[in-house]
């Protein structure tokens, strides 16, 4: 076992390190509905492409 964790040791703290970070990343982003920053970051895009269409005087696209 100690030959195991002395070979692949610096590569397993490097994939559960990756590993957390995809996981905290998740819960603060969210899917847009719930978590920290997504929802506030739905309602930027949002606003971003209606006033964007707006000003193309696009409609019904």
Do not use: C, H
């Not at 692949?8 to 969210?30: D, E, R």
Request: aromatic letters at 6%.
């Amino acid at each position: 076992m100690q030959e195991i964790m002395k070979e692949y040791g610096p590569a397993l703290i490097t994939v559960v390190a990756i590993i957390a970070l995809i996981g905290i990343v998740s819960v603060i982003v969210g899917d847009g509905s719930n978590g920290v920053i997504g929802p506030a970051f739905s309602r930027l895009l949002q606003s971003f492409f209606e006033r964007a269409t707006a000003a193309s005087g696009m409609t019904g696209v």
